[in-house]
């Protein structure tokens, strides 16, 4: 796998996982913020690539080129809990726990229920927007 380090803009770094077919496996990214914080963020690993040490090498390629060209600034990141051990391996420390809270919309609980309601014109107005 071959990873290329894309700068998207000046705080905004992306790299990308290539397979030896030019076919994207996954990618990760870090934004630079003030006082000198950079934020590891927005992994996604390919579901056929999972399991087969993507992440890992995206992850070492990022921090490497932090530790290289960023020497003086803190790495921040939420991870999952099937990363957090990967983090700690590389001396990072969990400072909170965060939860991810989910709702299902009270209006609309599925796509059925969308399209019984575009079906049956209960929509006052509507606006087309492409």
């Known amino acids: 796998m071959k990873i290329k ?3 998207v803009d000046k705080s905004l ?3 990308i996982g290539i397979d030896n077919d030019s076919k994207v496996l996954g990618s990760c990214s870090f934004k630079i913020r003030k006082n000198n914080i950079i934020r590891f963020q ?3 690993v390919e579901k056929t690539a999972r ?3 993507v992440y890992k090498k995206l ?3 990022r921090l490497k080129y932090v530790d290289v060209n960023y ?3 803190e790495i921040e990141a939420f991870c999952t809990f099937a ?3 990967l983090f700690i391996k590389n001396d990072f420390d969990m400072h ?3 939860f991810l809270m989910k709702k299902k919309s009270s209006l609309l609980k599925s796509h059925s229920e969308l399209s019984e309601l575009l079906d049956d014109n209960k929509i006052k107005s509507s606006i087309e927007l492409c």
């Open 83 to 85: 990363t957090k051990n």
């Open 51 to 53: 399991g087969k040490g």
């Open 59 to 61: 992850f070492a390629s």
């Open 13 to 15: 770094f992306l790299f």
């Open 96 to 98: 909170e726990s965060l």
């Open 71 to 73: 020497p003086n600034y």
């Open 42 to 44: 927005d992994a996604y």
């Open 5 to 7: 380090a894309l700068e």
